[in-house]
């Protein structure tokens, strides 16, 4: 495995970070829980040392799979990375969507960011998770109904009673990274990357690569479009929320399939998976720190791993590159 700093900070991620949304089961069809543990114990024994989550997926199941999978590890072995800002137990804020639970029961979920809700939300992660400090605390989406520096000055505050170690954030454009770091230093941005959504090259890669600030990229196989499995006619489980998002028409599928075919020969000759060889190229982007890759079971984990000991040239990449130059989804 390799591991990389993040920010200025003496913090350090696994390239490969164990993305535990489809763990938690919400917006996924459910999850096995005994599998979702044993995909993290099996990539931790590969080097995958950070898991990112959040209390949002499963309305904090995803927290309580994390702790039970890290149960046997020592603490400081491992870094959590986890999130506050989505409430579905309090209707105040923005209202993000309308949702169910994994129980199937109807919610609403609201991006708030205040004080008093920041300290609970904290606590709640904390005892979930069941440990005394958060690696890496990072704010889920923008609250336009809260000041930034409410929510900001709040984060410092956990920071300074030891309960959080750094600050981030999570789908923040450049400005909003800025004016988050007058009130906390922000290390880092989570946001969506791959092959096929590439847009925060224009300004958040530049600002960050300035800045010394780091990009953890989630969805760096887009949900699965990028493996290469899924063919046109695809049928996705009930409630899963992929079947009503247009990367997954059946045009779009014929589309970066044939672009997938062109790189197969390289993955082949790599000895590596087509997920494999996205994942290795995600981490060489510029700007890129590290990708968060989801799993719900130890195969997929392990493989997600090992995408770490494909290496490609710089005429590799470029080849990649040119590949994707003329690929054109149909919203």
Not at 120 to 132: A, H, N, Y
Request: include cysteine.
């Amino acid at each position: 495995m390799e591991y990389r700093k993040i920010g200025n900070t003496d913090l350090e991620l696994s390239v490969i970070t164990f993305g535990a949304w489809a763990a938690g089961g919400w917006m996924w069809g459910g999850t096995e829980r005994s599998e979702a543990v044993e995909a993290i114990r099996k990539s931790y024994d590969e080097g995958v040392t950070s898991i990112d989550t959040a209390p949002i997926y499963g309305m904090g199941d995803s927290e309580e799979i994390v702790a039970e999978a890290i149960a046997p590890y020592s603490r400081d072995k491992v870094q959590l990375v986890t999130k506050f800002g989505m409430r579905w137990d309090l209707a105040k804020g923005d209202l993000a969507m309308k949702s169910k639970n994994n129980q199937g029961e109807d919610i609403d979920i609201y991006k708030y960011a205040g004080r008093e809700s920041i300290i609970k939300e904290c606590e709640d992660s904390l005892r979930r998770l069941k440990t005394d400090y958060i690696d890496l605390y990072q704010i889920h989406w923008p609250d336009s109904t809260t000041p930034m520096q409410e929510t900001f000055e709040t984060v410092a505050e956990l920071i300074k009673q030891g309960k959080v170690r750094y600050a981030g954030v999570c789908n923040y454009t450049a400005a909003q990274v800025a004016e988050a770091g007058k009130y906390v230093d922000i290390i880092s941005d989570q946001v969506p990357y791959s092959m096929v959504k590439r847009d925060i090259e224009k300004e958040l890669v530049p600002y960050t690569l300035e800045k010394v600030k780091s990009i953890l990229a989630y969805s760096p196989l887009e949900r699965g479009l990028l493996t290469g499995k899924m063919k046109p006619g695809h049928k996705f489980e009930e409630g899963d929320h992929r079947a009503n998002v247009y990367f997954y028409k059946d045009e779009n599928l014929k589309r970066v399939n044939e672009v997938l075919d062109k790189l197969r020969p390289m993955a082949a000759e790599k000895n590596a998976t087509l997920s494999q060889l996205v994942l290795r190229w995600t981490i060489e982007q510029p700007g890129i720190t590290i990708a968060l890759a989801g799993a719900r079971n130890a195969e997929q984990s392990v493989a997600n791993a090992k995408a770490v000991n494909v290496k490609l040239s710089k005429d590799e990449i470029a080849f990649i590159n040119t590949q994707l130059a003329g690929l054109e989804l149909v919203k």
